[in-house]
């Protein structure tokens, strides 16, 4: 079949507006508009039959049914749908009613088509021309800010607004806040007495001291702190502080001034928390701080059940220096993590001073290195520790986080 033979045998399914003619051939020439295509084809097959020209109705187009001569409405549907959302990018896409898109594939098939485009691809870019010149904004295929779906069976817009990140480092200068929000265990969030119906373990946690003016300040649904490891609730997290991302889902702002954010999350925090933050950021970010292995200091404060001198302490920290650590999933996390065992290597370790029988004890631990238990033994299931090598009962009073380094900062 030559060209016009195809396009006579596409007009005998019924009336076929400009767009859709020409669609079937869409991804044939270049620099043209599918509306072109069908109109040029259509002279052409009107010349080679000599019968006078037609010019359809696009309201009876059988494909379309004159959708694609309305692109100009959904455009300015789309807009305003869009109505206070603040973007610069954005993405089209649609929704096609099943019967539509099996249509056209239809008459693919029948005539063995080679070139055809689908009629999601013609009104997604369309639809996307005309909000791009009644707006000024772009189209964005990779990372728009937002993007309208337009579902063609029900007339409607909907919108999804894309996340902003920004990273920065967080100090917890208070015990017994968690990284993020635990929901109560009685009720699972629900909200119960116990919890005052709040749903929630802990009245407050990083995330939330961190994301609440954020919330407010991007006028967004929700805020999710992703964190380069986490300290347990009871230790402070001091020094530099420890690198996150902080997610925001579906701002209606998005160009904010962070140094303001920074002034204004400190401030609510009260000094519970603080922050630096050290701009914006995307996804990759996130995943790049996840796999990261930071290696970690600590300061911890260390009792010792009956006494042990100092030259005897500081002996038996130097047995743990750079030994490689076998910990089996500690007993107080066991009822959440998978029992297994684990090797993490001592960095450093090294007594810094005493308050009255206890020391004070700095250690640099590879990622993951459970430090109370590498004190405590937690009855054998951590070898060596302290306890085993000393002969005596040890624990940590309290534990500090001072420094967080990531690979990254390492050149590694
Ligand atoms: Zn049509
Ligand atoms: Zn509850």
Redesign the pocket.
Known sequence: MDIIQEVEAILGYGD??????GRFFGKRSFSLTNEERGRALRIAHEIAANEPHHEPD?DS?????????RTEDWAKRVIEALDGIEFSTFLIGTKVPPLVAESEEMVWSDLSLRDPEPLKAEMNREVGKAVSALTGKTADLKKPDVVAILDLGEGTVEVQVNPVFFSGRYMKYERGIPQTHWDCRACRGAGCEKCDFTGKQYADSVEELIGRPAIEAFDAENAVLHGAGREDIDARMLGSGRPFVMEIEAPRKRSLDLAALEAEINQAADGRVAVHLDGWTDRKMVQSLKSDKAHKKYRILVEIDGSATPDEFRTALDQLKGVTIRQRTPLRVSHRRADKVRERRVLDIGCTGTEGDRYWVEVVGEAGLYIKELVSGDGGRTQPSLAQILGRTASVVSLDVVLVKTANEYGE
């Open positions: 076929t507006c400009n767009h859709c003619l696009p187009c059988w494909v379309c049914a004159g959708e694609l001569s």
